[in-house]
């Protein structure tokens, strides 16, 4: 995986020549940094209907755009991500950029990949089906991106792109519902064996790892419990949610330690940020959120500068950790739908259909976390790039914003049950199948579907 050199060599041109191609070449150094982050964002190339046939049958990630503007990180929903259409290619095919982060959804017709009795792997938290979710409409929409189609996650090809590979998927238990949604897609071709070792205990009593292994294609994925993706301690579990000490400086080792181990990282994991912290940096307490304001005197701060600093921080330590020349990954926030009352004050998520793109206006705090994780990106690429790590980002949050019906609501578990002690309605997670199995389709198009 180490980048080849290319050693370029040019004849002796005219000064009239010379002049206009210094110009071109200056604003190209000027603007690679912002060109380089924009292909961080989803785009296939869809032709136009000058193309041929073949070539607006495979989509590709456009990569090769003449121009692109830096991703948007305000607050409004419908700030576009822009990128113009690209030059000709050498088939005389006009090509424009698709970007598969926006878009709606639509009603489909095809069976969803997998159901809870065709894939083992779904947790009863998230299996809407075997609970008796009332309505199952939720599982008949696909997204649909402005101006091309998103085509269907290719299980096969997936496997033969992660033939010999290792995947990580580090974060809070969004993480573990993406990576469940993966194993279920991936089913339809292969199911991996999980490997049992002796397995360290959160704090918070989950398995700090887990292993997965497809033996026919040498693939690994792994799961790493790490909610705040920084080092963290349980100072007072007796507050509320409990008092956390994090150490925004100082990545968190137990998935850290394991990062030249594998290909592609996925990092993600915002909502443990939300529980009473003090912030600790350079070996000092920085500052705390509101959640903290009874139990130390520091300074409150924003959590959303608390998520840029974690995520700078584990973004940092992949772009520095030498050995690694894969792609990290950064899932952006998925918002949580509850209404009429909050997570423990009665709230609950009914509605049967998606939003449909402007019928709800973006939450602020989504909106803030969202730029914060963009950020975080934006200031770590060039140390990326130094070292030959590729950052991406994977930005589900317009899609899932729209998704209020794809929650298990009351249906994660048996009546008279709960999601987590007195946690009894579940409008964070995301029933499988459902609307999050577009973060595995997004996933394939970024690493494996132009192979």
Same mark, same amino acid.
């Given at each position: 995986?180490? &980048?080849?050199?290319?050693?370029?060599?040019?004849?002796?041109?005219?000064?009239?020549?010379?002049?206009?191609?210094?110009?071109?070449?200056?604003?190209?150094?000027?603007?690679?940094?912002?060109?380089?982050?924009?292909?961080?964002?989803?785009?296939?190339?869809?032709?136009?209907?000058?193309?041929?046939?073949?070539?607006?049958?495979?989509?590709?990630?456009?990569?090769?755009?003449?121009?692109?503007?830096?991703?948007?990180?305000?607050?409004?929903?419908?700030?576009?991500?822009?990128?113009?259409?690209?030059?000709?290619?050498?088939?005389?095919?006009?090509?424009?950029?698709?970007?598969?982060?926006?878009?709606?959804?639509?009603?489909?017709?095809?069976?969803?990949?997998?159901?809870?009795?065709?894939? &083992?792997?779904?947790?009863?938290?998230?299996?809407?089906?075997?609970?008796?979710?009332?309505?199952?409409?939720?599982?008949?929409?696909?997204?649909?991106?402005?101006?091309?189609?998103?085509?269907?996650?290719?299980?096969?090809?997936?496997?033969?792109?992660?033939?010999?590979?290792?995947?990580?998927?580090?974060?809070?238990?969004?993480?573990?519902?993406?990576?469940?949604?993966?194993?279920?897609?991936?089913?339809?071709?292969?199911?991996?064996?999980?490997?049992?070792?002796?397995?360290?205990?959160?704090?918070?009593?989950?398995?700090?790892?887990?292993?997965?292994?497809?033996?026919?294609?040498?693939?690994?994925?792994?799961?790493? +419990?790490?909610?705040?993706?920084?080092?963290?301690?349980?100072?007072?579990?007796?507050?509320?949610?409990?008092?956390?000490?994090?150490?925004?400086?100082?990545?968190?080792?137990?998935?850290?330690?394991?990062?030249?181990?594998?290909?592609?990282?996925?990092?993600?994991?915002?909502?443990?940020?939300?529980?009473?912290?003090?912030?600790?940096?350079?070996?000092?307490?920085?500052?705390?959120?509101?959640?903290?304001?009874?139990?130390?005197?520091?300074?409150?701060? &924003?959590?959303?500068?608390?998520?840029?600093?974690?995520?700078?921080?584990?973004?940092?330590?992949?772009?520095?950790?030498?050995?690694?020349?894969?792609?990290?990954?950064?899932?952006?926030?998925?918002?949580?739908?509850?209404?009429?009352?909050?997570?423990?004050?009665?709230?609950?998520?009914?509605?049967?259909?998606?939003?449909?793109?402007?019928?709800?206006?973006?939450?602020?705090?989504?909106?803030?976390?969202?730029?914060?994780?963009?950020?975080?990106?934006?200031?770590?690429?060039?140390?990326?790039?130094?070292?030959?790590?590729?950052?991406?980002?994977?930005?589900?949050?317009?899609?899932?914003?729209?998704?209020?019906?794809?929650?298990?609501?009351?249906?994660?578990?048996? &009546?008279?049950?709960?999601?987590?002690?007195?946690?009894?309605?579940?409008?964070?997670? +995301?029933?499988?199948?459902?609307?999050?199995?577009?973060?595995?389709?997004?996933?394939?198009?970024?690493?494996?579907?132009?192979?």
């Amino acid at each position: 995986m180490k &980048p080849h050199k290319i050693n370029l060599s040019s004849r002796k041109i005219s000064v009239a020549v010379a002049t206009p191609v210094l110009v071109l070449l200056t604003l190209a150094v000027v603007s690679l940094y912002d060109f380089n982050f924009a292909d961080s964002y989803l785009y296939i190339r869809r032709a136009s209907s000058s193309s041929s046939a073949s070539s607006s049958s495979t989509p590709s990630l456009a990569t090769n755009s003449s121009s692109s503007t830096v991703p948007d990180t305000s607050s409004s929903a419908s700030s576009p991500v822009n990128s113009s259409s690209s030059s000709p290619s050498p088939a005389n095919a006009i090509e424009a950029a698709c970007d598969l982060t926006r878009g709606q959804w639509v009603p489909d017709e095809e069976a969803p990949y997998y159901t809870n009795l065709t894939c &083992p792997f779904i947790d009863d938290l998230q299996n809407c089906m075997k609970f008796g979710k009332p309505s199952l409409e939720f599982m008949r929409w696909r997204w649909q991106p402005d101006g091309c189609d998103l085509p269907r996650f290719d299980a096969a090809r997936f496997l033969d792109a992660m033939r010999g590979k290792s995947m990580a998927f580090v974060g809070d238990s969004l993480a573990r519902n993406h990576l469940k949604s993966l194993l279920c897609i991936l089913s339809q071709v292969a199911q991996p064996v999980e490997i049992v070792t002796t397995t360290e205990i959160d704090v918070t009593g989950r398995a700090v790892r887990r292993d997965f292994h497809y033996g026919s294609h040498g693939f690994n994925v792994s799961l790493f +419990w790490s909610p705040f993706l920084v080092k963290a301690n349980l100072s007072d579990a007796e507050l509320g949610l409990g008092l956390w000490d994090m150490y925004l400086d100082t990545p968190d080792a137990r998935w850290a330690a394991h990062i030249a181990d594998f290909d592609y990282i996925v990092l993600s994991g915002t909502n443990w940020f939300f529980r009473p912290s003090v912030y600790h940096a350079g070996g000092r307490p920085v500052g705390r959120n509101s959640g903290a304001s009874g139990a130390h005197n520091a300074t409150e701060m &924003p959590v959303s500068g608390a998520v840029r600093a974690a995520f700078r921080t584990a973004l940092g330590a992949i772009a520095g950790r030498e050995g690694f020349r894969g792609k990290a990954l950064v899932r952006t926030v998925t918002p949580a739908h509850f209404e009429n009352g909050e997570w423990n004050t009665g709230g609950d998520c009914v509605r049967t259909r998606p939003f449909r793109r402007g019928q709800r206006a973006r939450d602020a705090v989504v909106a803030e976390f969202r730029a914060a994780q963009v950020d975080a990106l934006r200031e770590t690429e060039a140390t990326s790039q130094r070292n030959g790590a590729e950052l991406r980002l994977l930005d589900i949050t317009e899609a899932m914003e729209l998704r209020p019906d794809g929650h298990p609501s009351r249906y994660g578990h048996p &009546p008279g049950g709960s999601v987590e002690g007195s946690f009894v309605v579940d409008c964070l997670h +995301w029933c499988l199948p459902g609307p999050i199995d577009l973060w595995s389709e997004l996933l394939f198009q970024l690493l494996a579907a132009h192979r």
